[in-house]
């Protein structure tokens, strides 16, 4: 019977998949290199912004049956939840996956189940982690059990989605696959279906290697109507009326841990072969270029000290997280073209040139970007925003608000 569980991570996925377990019956230590993440958690806080997640970590730290520490301990399945990035070349930097198998060598036993989460490259199990556990001694398949079972929530809505969503599990072998179903079910109420190792593995990377390709011709679809001045959202509308056709929706880019990230995995392990994914995030990435241009030519008769004013900052709305963000490559691009760049983004607490206040944040900004859809953005009062504003441009890149009730106000309203 399992009932120890040690995370190794307990970031945006690892922490809550920890907090699932524990709740569910299980006595769990979440591992972390990070000393604040330990010891914020060992008091019943987090680090994170997570709905719901706060309460259910409070409780079961009072409880006990969560705690945290910087190493690992002698347990009955260990989870590794760890960073996957990418370099600098678009390829995988496995380097945490790496330590993270090194670090429960010492506590490996007879019987124990060593399941990775962490959205990695095709044949990660195989030729990474199975190598590494095998340095163990033990028989991997008998003495040790190994599989992989990816994440598949969406921030936001990771406790509902855990909970309620089907689960992949890639397994070395039937009876690897068989006992890390069985200590998932203690909470998934999803289906949960099991495949071989490369299977899960490559599952995982297209899941979101499809949204990304299909964002991408949404986007290519935004620059073209906006060459031949034909408004996009109109389009996308009257196109999804088809009930074969589901057009995404365009933006200023895309980010993440997973969505900018793994098309490149797929791409890292078949080159030759994946030439619309590699086209997909080139489209992908050009977005807050676009968006520069865009500025830029509203912009024209400005020829010094702009300032733009950003609402928003993270990679998606509502959420605190701005790894891969599109957003600070376009602050980029506009900082290195002299730009005055201000930053109004509610739900992130640091940032170069965040403003508390959006009013603040637009004092004599010749325009505002609206680059995430937070819902806290519905509520901005426009009109004081108007009164403070340089000249009162709105570029609306979410198709958030409303052009009518906008351009009432005395603004003038761009989309993308």
């Known amino acids: 019977m399992i009932k120890k569980i040690c995370v190794i991570g307990i970031g945006y996925i690892g922490l809550p998949t920890a907090a699932m377990f524990a709740k569910y019956g299980h006595d769990v230590v979440g591992v972390d290199i990070n000393e604040n993440i330990v010891n914020q958690l060992n008091q019943g806080n987090i680090v994170?912004?997570?709905?719901?997640?706060?309460?259910?970590v409070k409780d079961l730290v009072e409880r006990g049956s969560l705690k945290a520490s910087?190493?690992?301990?002698?347990?009955?399945?260990?989870?590794i939840s760890v960073p996957t990035p990418i370099n600098n070349e678009k390829k995988s930097d496995m380097k945490y996956v790496k330590d993270a198998c090194k670090s429960i060598l010492p506590y490996l036993k007879k019987g124990d189940i060593v399941i990775l989460e962490s959205t990695s490259p095709i044949g990660t199990i195989e030729d990474l982690v199975k190598p590494i556990l095998e340095t163990s001694?033990?028989?991997?398949?008998?003495?040790?059990?190994?599989?992989?079972?990816?994440?598949?929530v969406i921030p936001g809505d990771i406790i509902k989605e855990l909970k309620e969503n089907d689960r992949l599990i890639g397994a070395i072998?039937?009876?690897?696959g068989e006992k890390i179903k069985n200590l998932y079910s203690s909470f998934v109420e999803g289906n949960i279906y099991?495949?071989?190792?490369?299977?899960?593995?490559?599952?995982?990377?297209?899941?979101?290697?499809?949204?990304?390709?299909?964002?991408?011709?949404?986007?290519e679809l935004a620059i073209i109507c906006d060459d031949l001045n034909i408004n996009v959202w109109d389009v996308i509308n009257f196109c999804n009326k088809h009930p074969r056709v589901n057009i995404h929706n365009p933006g200023p880019g895309v980010g993440g841990h997973c969505l900018a990230v793994d098309p490149w995995f797929i791409v890292?392990?078949?080159?030759?072969?994946?030439?619309?994914?590699?086209?997909?995030?080139?489209?992908?990435?050009?977005?807050?270029?676009?968006?520069?241009?865009?500025i830029e030519q509203i912009l024209d008769n400005i020829k010094q000290n702009k300032i733009v004013t950003i609402l928003g900052v993270t990679y998606k709305a509502d959420i605190d997280d701005t790894r891969e963000s599109p957003i600070i490559t376009l602050i980029d691009i506009l900082a290195k073209n002299g730009y005055e760049v201000r930053v109004y983004d509610p739900k992130v607490d640091i940032y170069e040139n965040l403003y508390e206040d959006p009013i603040k944040a637009c004092e004599n900004s010749?325009?505002?970007?609206?680059?995430?859809?937070?819902?806290?953005?519905?509520?901005?009062?426009?009109?004081?925003?108007?009164?403070?504003?340089?000249?009162?441009?709105?570029?609306?890149?979410?198709?958030?608000?409303?052009?009518?009730?906008?351009?009432?106000?005395?603004f003038k309203y761009y989309s993308i």
């Open 48 to 56: 994170i912004d997570e709905p719901y997640l706060d309460e259910l």
């Open 70 to 79: 910087k190493n690992p301990c002698v347990s009955d399945a260990f989870i």
């Open 137 to 152: 001694k033990l028989k991997i398949g008998e003495d040790i059990f190994l599989g992989y079972c990816p994440e598949r």
């Open 173 to 176: 072998n039937q009876v690897s």
């Open 194 to 219: 099991l495949m071989n190792t490369k299977t899960a593995e490559i599952c995982k990377l297209m899941e979101n290697t499809y949204r990304d390709v299909n964002i991408a011709l949404a986007n």
């Open 268 to 294: 890292e392990k078949s080159p030759q072969k994946s030439n619309l994914i590699k086209l997909s995030r080139k489209i992908n990435d050009y977005m807050p270029l676009y968006l520069f241009k865009k």
């Open 366 to 410: 010749e325009l505002v970007l609206l680059a995430v859809n937070h819902k806290e953005f519905k509520n901005i009062d426009f009109d004081k925003i108007k009164s403070v504003m340089k000249i009162p441009i709105i570029l609306d890149s979410r198709n958030f608000f409303n052009e009518n009730e906008i351009s009432q106000k005395g």
